[in-house]
């Protein structure tokens, strides 16, 4: 039996250097107060157990979901990311602790965590158990209780939805001859040099519950899930006309951002509308629409209880619908996730569409990567092969049993998720330079993609190269170039000439360079100078005051969606908080915003927190704004310019969803922070004209290749790297993001 002073004295000098890390700055305080409190709780505890809850909070904050014994206790050289983040000084004293302590094997850490008294083992844990354990250990992964529930919940409801029988599948399934005469219609004439995926993607949610499409930007995946919904609508139209009792086809549109649901809404209703005339007759036209009309915020589809972690919408009270669409699904957390399969009904559709190589989300998970990892890329089973070879047609090249995805990798275990898994391949807009630049980054491929960037880099292959003027990199520089690009665009010197573009046509090439130059004085000229003003407003009715302003509002938004400042970290002069100060400095020396402050005009800003109450969602991006000069007149008082010694108007903040704008008084929005600048994360499921991604000027444990290729991917014309130093770039490529997970796992066949 172990010598209870020398466990007391062991766990003391844990906790010691667990002390010493937080005022370091490696680990939050937050980390070590649980840790203290399970070493309170648990007196009988040993050593391992404050170090094990430390490092499982600690890497629960930077998105992994459990903490793998078998990883921590490995040599460090056998994973490129750290348990501890921080500085080499970091790894040694973390090393330097492990091998202090008595419990060097796995087996030792699972005997001294399941004797603690603050964990539980999984295989023996039930729920609702009142005498439960905070924490779980599922073989060597160490868990929060409520991520273990969440990760088997979503690994559950996965392999229920596409390998077991429900309601979807008893349903008549059309005939193999039936579909191809639609995916004729919707897609036209086949390709006759490559594998169509849009229609694999739309043959295979015919098929079952789930489906997961999943490419890179411009590989058309909303353009697809348009004609998947048609396609489902002439299915639920077929079905009518067999078994009548059948109801109109409910369809849910989401999203994890205000943003992206905007997007999607958008990017549907442009794709429907393409295919309402060759259509017209064949489609409850009005049911269809009437059905994508909106799309929502995840939040708002499962109706989020301000202040707790609950939602409307559960297992009890189910969403109505027949078939969800979740757009951006790489954002989506395990947590989120797991509440909307709970809210899901059993024979609803369920269509994921995302990025799998862009960032996971920004808290724990990385469900969709998890969901892709073993699925994609994988050879088809015979029957699934077979069936969607039929709905092709004999022209669709290499479609075939086995041929409809490229060869698995060795031996590699096929997910079960992978016979609804597709993914799209073709890009259809990333065709020039930043597309070459974001295969070069996605693929590790550093000498292509510094070649792409103007860095010329030796072993470059010149296929996998293309330089124009929509793909420029400024390196040894520092901030104040920043903000004079955010301000003004990026200076021309050292920029590809569009008569040298290999990439582009000059047309192309010349709309490059003029997104380039796009930058946030731009805005505020749109602000400033299509203000309407009292002879603009005195010239219409008062009924049509409120729409010249929801125009001037809208006009100013997409403005400021022209250009963008994206950081990799927030902290310093690098990053969100130091370059916000830095370009309002700069914009109020030269008289573009209020002299003084926190709100002033032409502020934007990022919603940070959900508030249901006004219409406003996590990540929603919107721009403050005054009423014009002369609409209070109808009340008996003038507004006064800005800068006068009267009262002004109250700030409104308005926000763009698709085409319609939206406002909420600056006063009522608590959670809010300004946007000049914004990380990388909080960029997903948005587009930009000029996109500037800015790189601390040292090696930082954020930075990683999907970090850089989610940055270049914003850009829709013209893309700008800034880096201070070129090898920052260089080790981003280098390393991968991993996240800590059990799900993956539990997918697989």
């Not at 669409?325 to 995302?354: I, K, N, Q, T």
């Not at 301000?487 to 010197?493: E, F, H, I, K, T």
């Not at 203000?531 to 125009?551: D, F, M, N, Q, Y």
């Amino acid at each position: 039996m172990s010598d209870p002073i020398h466990e007391t004295t062991a766990v003391d000098d844990v906790l010691a250097d667990l002390a010493r890390w937080v005022e370091s700055g490696w680990l939050r305080a937050l980390d070590l107060a649980l840790a203290r409190l399970l070493v309170t709780q648990c007196p009988q505890a040993d050593a391992v157990l404050p170090l094990a809850v430390a490092l499982l909070a600690h890497n629960e904050g930077r998105g992994h979901t459990c903490l793998p014994l078998d990883e921590l206790l490995a040599p460090p050289s056998a994973f490129n990311d750290p348990w501890l983040a921080g500085p080499v000084a970091a790894q040694a004293e973390l090393a330097a602790t492990l091998q202090r302590l008595p419990a060097r094997t796995v087996a030792d850490w699972q005997a001294a965590l399941l004797g603690s008294g603050a964990v539980d083992d999984a295989r023996r844990a039930g729920p609702g158990d009142p005498q439960a354990a905070p924490l779980l250990l599922d073989g060597a992964r160490l868990y929060l209780r409520r991520h273990h529930r969440d990760e088997v919940t979503v690994a559950l409801a996965l392999r229920r939805r596409v390998t077991s029988d429900g309601p979807l599948d008893t349903l008549l399934r059309p005939d193999p001859a039936w579909v191809r005469g639609w995916l004729d219609r919707l897609f036209g004439a086949l390709p006759a040099d490559r594998i169509d995926h849009q229609r694999i993607a739309c043959a295979t949610a015919l098929r079952g519950r789930l489906t997961l499409i999943t490419g890179g930007p411009g590989t058309g995946k909303t353009y697809t899930v348009a004609r998947l919904l048609a396609l489902l609508q002439a299915d639920q139209q077929r079905q009518q006309a067999l078994a009548p009792a059948a109801r109109p086809l409910r369809i849910a549109l989401a999203a994890p951002t205000g943003k992206a649901a905007a997007r999607l809404q958008q990017s549907i209703r442009s794709a429907l509308d393409g295919l309402r005339g060759p259509l017209q007759g064949q489609l409850d036209w009005d049911g269809l629409v009437d059905g994508t009309a909106n799309a929502q915020t995840l939040h708002a589809l499962l109706g989020a209880r301000p202040g707790t972690r609950q939602f409307a919408r559960h297992a009890q009270r189910p969403l109505e619908v027949d078939l969800l669409v979740v757009d951006e699904a790489s954002m989506v957390h395990l947590e989120m996730m797991a509440a909307l399969l709970r809210a899901l009904p059993d024979g609803a559709r369920l269509v994921l569409l995302g990025d799998q190589d862009q960032l996971a989300s920004v808290e724990a998970g990385a469900v969709l990567g998890d969901l892709c990892a073993d699925a994609v890329d994988v050879a088809l089973p015979a029957a699934d092969a077979a069936w969607l070879a039929a709905c092709m047609g004999p022209s669709m090249p290499g479609v075939a049993a086995n041929e409809t995805a490229n060869e698995t990798e060795g031996e590699r275990q096929a997910s079960v998720l992978a016979p609804q898994t597709v993914q799209l391949r073709h890009s259809h807009r990333f065709a020039g330079a930043i597309g070459a630049l974001a295969r070069a980054v996605n693929a590790g491929a550093l000498a292509e993609a510094r070649a792409c960037l103007g860095w010329p880099q030796q072993g470059a292959r010149p296929d996998r190269v293309q330089r124009s003027p929509a793909v420029a990199a400024l390196s040894g520089v520092d901030p104040a170039l920043v903000v004079q690009v955010a301000l003004a665009g990026r200076p021309a010197d050292g920029v590809v000439d569009p008569a040298d573009s290999q990439a582009a046509e000059a047309a192309e090439a010349a709309e490059a360079v003029s997104a380039a130059g796009a930058g946030y004085r731009q805005m505020l000229q749109v602000l400033a100078g299509q203000r309407p003003g009292p002879k603009t407003l005195s010239a219409v009715p008062a009924e049509a005051h409120p729409a010249l302003l929801e125009a001037w509002a809208r006009e100013v938004l997409r403005a400021f969606d022209r250009s963008r400042v994206l950081c990799a970290v927030r902290e310093g002069d690098w990053g969100v908080e130091g370059l916000n100060r830095a370009v309002e400095a700069a914009l109020r020396r030269d008289g573009l915003i209020a002299r003084q402050g926190e709100w002033y005009e032409g502020r934007p800003v990022m919603v940070t927190r959900n508030d249901p109450s006004l219409g406003v969602y996590n990540g929603d991006i919107g721009i403050a704004l005054r009423q014009p000069p002369g609409e209070r007149a109808r009340g008996g008082a003038v507004l006064e310019p800005a800068g006068s010694s009267h009262e002004p108007e109250p700030l409104r903040v308005w926000f763009l969803d698709g085409d319609q704008v939206r406002s909420v008084l600056a006063s009522r929005l608590s959670a809010v922070e300004t946007a000049w600048a914004m990380t990388v994360h909080k960029s997903q499921g948005s587009e930009f004209g000029h996109t500037v991604l800015v790189l601390p000027p040292r090696i930082n444990p954020v930075l990683s290749r999907e970090l850089v290729y989610t940055g270049i991917t914003r850009a829709r014309l013209a893309f700008t790297l800034i880096a201070p130093d070129a090898a920052v770039f260089d080790a981003a490529l280098s390393r991968r993001t991993r996240r800590a997970s059990g799900l993956r796992g539990r997918l697989l066949g």
